[in-house]
């Protein structure tokens, strides 16, 4: 019995051309599995927020860098007026930073998979696009003035078109004579 590998229902949203192209990629099943499940997390949560933002990630990444820099401040001005000693402002201040870096971490990884993963996409759509968009013949222009090229730069022809004249054919070695005039 034959099954296929396509079980799973798309999300009504999913960019069919992306779908496509997760499904024949030509990269390993598993790279491509993984890219897929990144996509899907991201378009289910696309759209979130208010105003509503393609990330909203980024806006809560800088929001928290903010508040966390704001929270230090505010110990400093506390530290000022003696409500926190000089001795644990450094480790409170420390302490807050480190969480700070430790979640922008983590955040950023996650999304440098998605934007890994929308490159990805993206490259490929703009590749088929400029397919549909390209001229067929274009690429015999484009081996002509790569031929002219290599005259250039004094090599060999690599292709030779019909409608150029011939080029001259190096004149043959003269044969050597090997015996001596009699």
């Not at 928290?64 to 000089?86: D, F």
């Not at 490929?124 to 790569?146: F, G, H, M, S």
């Amino acid at each position: 019995m034959a099954t296929s590998k396509d079980t799973r229902r798309s999300a009504p949203d999913t960019n069919p051309f992306f779908l496509k192209l997760f499904r024949n990629s030509t990269v390993d099943s598993t790279i491509s599995e993984k890219r897929e499940r990144i996509w899907r997390d991201t378009v289910r949560h696309a759209g979130t927020g208010d105003p509503p933002l393609r990330f909203p990630v980024y806006e809560h990444l800088y929001l928290l860098n903010v508040y966390a820099q704001k929270m230090v401040e505010l110990l400093e001005e506390l530290s000022g007026k003696s409500a926190i000693s000089k001795e644990s402002l450094v480790y409170y201040q420390a302490m807050l930073q480190y969480v700070r870096a430790s979640a922008s971490h983590g955040l950023v990884n996650f999304m440098n998979g998605i934007e890994e993963t929308e490159g990805w996409l993206h490259q490929n759509q703009q590749r088929a696009e400029e397919e549909k968009l390209c001229d067929p013949d274009d690429i015999y222009i484009t081996v002509r003035q790569r031929e002219a090229e290599r005259r250039r730069q004094k090599l060999p022809p690599l292709v030779r078109f019909l409608d150029e004249p011939q080029a001259a054919k190096p004149a043959a070695a003269k044969k050597r004579k090997t015996g001596k005039a009699r």
